[in-house]
């Protein structure tokens, strides 16, 4: 027997089994932070970040989500925009625009953000490779990288402050990285079903998307 490749594929083997717990333990990690609570609310700032770091782009609102799949997201700025999913559609208002476009829940709600804010772990095993890159003095940062070439994004860090998500930074298959910083974070707070609830305004032109 060639003991030097015997060697190497002992270290080899070691290395993988390794690789392979400490996936393991990233996403037992991750779905219980991102599991233990069944609404989540925030205020947002989201901004587009240069080459060197510097912020561009912003955009500001709120949210509330509901799981499984129930949210209401307001953007307040540059532009007012409210988006709803009652789990069975997804609506769409842009006042300024006078119009509401609709579209089946089913599958819109499958976009990475969508399905970390969702705490659906399993789902995102199985796009991405989940690694805890750091941990220590109540801040924790998770990094995903996509499995296959079929990506929206080449990364995704999430950083969590006192076991809360806290900003998401994603940077998509074009280099372009965008931030999004949570503030005035609500858990368990019950939201009124209500509020998922989306009917359109009169007089506004409504767009039914069949999301095909």
């Given at each position: 027997?060639?003991?030097?490749?015997?060697?190497?594929?002992?270290?080899?083997?070691?290395?993988?089994?390794?690789?392979?717990?400490?996936?393991?333990?990233?996403?037992?990690?991750?779905?219980?932070?991102?599991?233990?609570?069944?609404?989540?609310?925030?205020?947002?700032?989201?901004?587009?970040?240069?080459?060197?770091?510097?912020?561009?782009?912003?955009?500001?609102?709120?949210?509330?989500?509901?799981?499984?799949?129930?949210?209401?997201?307001?953007?307040?700025?540059?532009?007012?925009?409210?988006?709803?999913?009652?789990?069975?559609?997804?609506?769409?208002?842009?006042?300024?625009?006078?119009?509401?476009?609709?579209?089946?829940?089913?599958?819109?709600?499958e976009s990475a953000p969508a399905l970390i804010l969702n705490g659906k772990i399993?789902?995102?095993?199985?796009?991405?490779?989940?690694?805890?890159?750091?941990?220590?003095?109540?801040?924790?940062?998770?990094?995903?990288?996509?499995?296959?070439?079929?990506?929206?994004?080449?990364?995704?860090?999430?950083?969590?402050?006192?076991?809360?998500?806290?900003?998401?930074?994603?940077?998509?298959?074009?280099?372009?990285?965008?931030?999004?910083?949570?503030?005035?974070?609500?858990?368990?707070?019950?939201?009124?079903?209500?509020?998922?609830?989306?009917?359109?305004?009169?007089?506004?032109?409504?767009?039914?998307?069949?999301?095909?």
């Open positions: 027997m060639n003991m030097s490749h015997y060697f190497k594929g002992a270290v080899f083997g070691a290395l993988f089994s390794i690789s392979t717990a400490l996936h393991a333990a990233a996403v037992d990690r991750l779905s219980e932070l991102l599991t233990r609570h069944q609404s989540f609310g925030a205020e947002f700032e989201q901004y587009t970040l240069s080459e060197e770091g510097g912020r561009q782009e912003h955009s500001s609102g709120e949210f509330v989500l509901a799981r499984p799949d129930r949210f209401d997201w307001l953007t307040h700025t540059p532009f007012e925009q409210r988006i709803v999913s009652d789990g069975e559609y997804i609506w769409i208002y842009d006042p300024d625009l006078e119009q509401v476009t609709r579209k089946p829940a089913s599958g819109q709600t399993d789902a995102l095993s199985e796009r991405f490779d989940i690694r805890q890159i750091e941990q220590g003095n109540d801040r924790e940062v998770f990094e995903l990288l996509p499995l296959t070439a079929q990506r929206s994004f080449e990364r995704i860090r999430l950083l969590f402050k006192d076991e809360v998500l806290s900003e998401l930074l994603l940077e998509d298959s074009l280099g372009q990285r965008t931030s999004i910083l949570l503030n005035a974070i609500e858990l368990d707070a019950d939201p009124d079903p209500e509020r998922f609830e989306f009917t359109p305004p009169e007089g506004v032109d409504l767009i039914l998307d069949p999301g095909v």
